[in-house]
């Protein structure tokens, strides 16, 4: 199985890793606004690679797919 094949356990993920996910979406971008969307949007592509992900990678992972999604958007 995935790293988080419930939402509880996605549940639990966020609540450990949004507010770090944030500061760096923050420092990146600037903006509180565009933080919080970088912040979503993360987790929704996060919510998607589940199944291809565990525990030892999500940190890093999150924090790419920020840095990408404001590259691509920014």
Sequence with gaps: PGMADTPT???RLYREHA???YR???FLSGR???AE???SETFIRLWHARDRLDLGT???YL???A???HRQHG
Excluded: C, M, T
């Design 37 to 39: 969307d970088l912040v």
């Design 19 to 21: 507010p770090h996910v």
């Design 24 to 26: 760096f979406a923050l």
């Design 58 to 60: 999500v940190r890093g």
């Design 32 to 34: 509180p606004d565009q």
């Design 9 to 11: 356990e996605f549940e």
């Design 63 to 65: 924090f790419a797919i």
């Design 67 to 69: 840095r990408n999604l």
